[in-house]
């Protein structure tokens, strides 16, 4: 079992490592800028469950096996890469609705899409991965108790942490896309930025080494 002070040391980083800018925030912003606070919750909702996958993965032991194997990483994050790329194409692409973002049917049936978006998004990034393998075992004491139960638990405060900086950002770029719904200009601006955004994402993804 964790003890509190170990806890509260690995949350106040996790906080911090969730404010620094990455890949997910910014992903997170350009999503909620582009199609509204709904989109951008459904997506952090993904990108937490790809958090419990790794997690998952560093306590069972699937991590280190994988940070071994350069072809395994090369495989993943080409995978990412391509599903970057293949998001920047759908928001270049994506034409602008003049109005309140979505009907309440559409939104409904557009959020598994969105959740499943944000668990590919931190899925194939191999080096989620091997941070979280190189971060959490070391707040890991044997002598309290199960490992893998610790490094499950801190997994648990990671999620915890980064909901809250990405439903901060989700608001933040939400109350942006409000203001803009009602400019068609504005809303082909932001969803080109997006491509952009995700295009440079790709990149840095594909020539990403370990």
Partial sequence: MLSPESALAFFSLAIVLALAPGPDNLFVLMISAAEGR???????????????????????????????????????????????????WGAWRAPASLGAPGEPAQRAQAWPRLVARGV?????????????????????????????????????????????????????AGALRERLARSARAQRLLNRSAA?????LALRLATAQR
């Fill in 38 to 88: 709904r989109a951008g919750f459904a997506v952090v909702a993904g990108l937490m469950v790809g958090v419990m996958g790794h997690t998952l993965a560093v306590a069972l032991g699937l991590a280190a096996l994988f940070a071994a194997s350069a072809t395994a990483f090369t495989v993943l994050k080409l995978a990412g890469a391509a599903y970057l790329l293949y998001l920047a």
């Fill in 120 to 172: 590919v998004m931190n899925l194939t990034n191999p080096k989620v991965l091997l941070f979280f393998l190189a971060l959490l075992p070391q707040f890991v004491k044997p002598d309290q108790g199960s490992v893998a139960g610790q490094i499950v638990a801190l997994g648990a405060l990671f999620i915890v942490a980064g909901s809250l900086v990405f439903g901060a950002i989700v608001l933040a």
């Fill in 196 to 200: 952009v955004v995700f295009a440079g």
